[in-house]
Structure formats: C-alpha cells, structure tokens
C-alpha cells in the first residue's frame, strides 16, 4: 500500500511542477524519482539530497518503517557558479513561462526566480526552485526515492541535466 501511495505522490508531484522532460536548449529539468529511474542519480545521490536539505537520512525498511541511518556525507556541498544559476533559471523560465504570466499581464521573469541547491552529481543538478510572487502550500509530505525518505513542502526537488 505505502509503495502504491508513493507511486502515486510522485506521480503526483511531477504533474505539479510540470517540468519532467522539459527540455530547453541549455538542459532538461527532471523530478528526483523520474532523475533516478532514467540513472542521473545514485540512491547515494538521493541520500547526499536528503542530507544537505535536511541534515538526516531516512531510509524505509523492509517493513516499510521510516528508519533515520547514519549517514556521512562523501563530499562538502560545493556553491552553485553563478553562470550555472543563471543557466537553470533562464530554462526554467524558458520551461513554464505560463507561471509568469497572469491575463496576459507580464509578472516577472528569470530575476524573480531563487534556487535552493542541493548539490551537482556529474552533470546533474538538484535544486528547488522558488519564485518570489508564488505563495506555496505549508503541506508537508514524504518524497521517497530509492527508499529515502525525504519530508518537505512546496516548491518540489528539481534535477536539472545540463547539456554538455
């Protein structure tokens, strides 16, 4: 039941965010479960993900418990270079223009636009983007992903694959 209900939730989330497979000329934005499934990421990935948001891992069990492992990360968040931010907002942008527009009045563009990262796995970057005149939801719900379980709310993970 708990893997029907997570399916589900993931299908869910990249319906909300719309950007799995957005491709843009500079990269391809993915959610976390989808850069997973297509070996962007690693579970290791995943558990580094966890741990730079959060500061804990936690793993489901084969019971499917929550169980909080003890886990050291391999490498220090490194920052994110400024032309690579600038970079995934320009595709973002590029990607959900839609979410800038309201009746055809213009409300922002790439400056509006700030990014959470979560750290770069070879040419893959996870991130959670946020843009400054969208209110989102105070829900919080469990993104799992290679059985890390990740809690949080709105703007979801990102994985944005550059283009080489």
């Given at each position: 039941?708990?893997?029907?209900?997570?399916?589900?939730?993931?299908?869910?989330?990249?319906?909300?965010?719309?950007?799995?497979?957005?491709?843009?000329?500079?990269?391809?934005?993915?959610?976390?479960?989808?850069?997973?499934?297509?070996?962007?990421?690693?579970?290791?990935?995943?558990?580094?993900?966890?741990?730079?948001?959060?500061?804990?891992?936690?793993?489901?069990?084969?019971?499917?418990?929550?169980?909080?492992?003890?886990?050291?990360?391999?490498?220090?968040?490194?920052?994110?270079?400024?032309?690579?931010?600038?970079?995934?907002?320009?595709?973002?942008?590029?990607?959900?223009?839609?979410?800038?527009?309201?009746?055809?009045?213009?409300?922002?563009?790439?400056?509006?636009?700030?990014?959470?990262?979560?750290?770069?796995?070879s040419n893959s970057?996870?991130?959670?983007?946020?843009?400054?005149?969208?209110?989102?939801?105070?829900?919080?719900?469990?993104?799992?992903?290679?059985?890390?379980?990740?809690?949080?709310?709105?703007?979801?993970?990102?994985?944005?694959?550059?283009?080489?």
């Amino acid at each position: 039941m708990t893997k029907k209900l997570s399916f589900l939730l993931a299908l869910l989330i990249g319906c909300f965010s719309g950007l799995a497979g957005c491709n843009t000329k500079g990269g391809e934005f993915y959610s976390l479960g989808s850069a997973y499934e297509q070996n962007y990421l690693s579970k290791e990935d995943i558990r580094h993900v966890s741990y730079f948001f959060s500061g804990n891992v936690y793993e489901l069990t084969s019971s499917e418990e929550e169980t909080k492992i003890n886990f050291k990360p391999q490498k220090e968040l490194e920052k994110l270079s400024a032309s690579m931010e600038k970079r995934i907002k320009r595709a973002y942008y590029n990607c959900h223009k839609e979410q800038f527009y309201r009746q055809n009045k213009k409300l922002g563009d790439e400056e509006n636009i700030a990014l959470e990262f979560y750290g770069q796995y070879s040419n893959s970057y996870v991130v959670r983007v946020n843009i400054d005149f969208i209110s989102y939801g105070q829900g919080i719900y469990d993104e799992i992903v290679a059985d890390v379980v990740i809690s949080h709310s709105d703007p979801p993970f990102l994985v944005f694959v550059a283009n080489s």
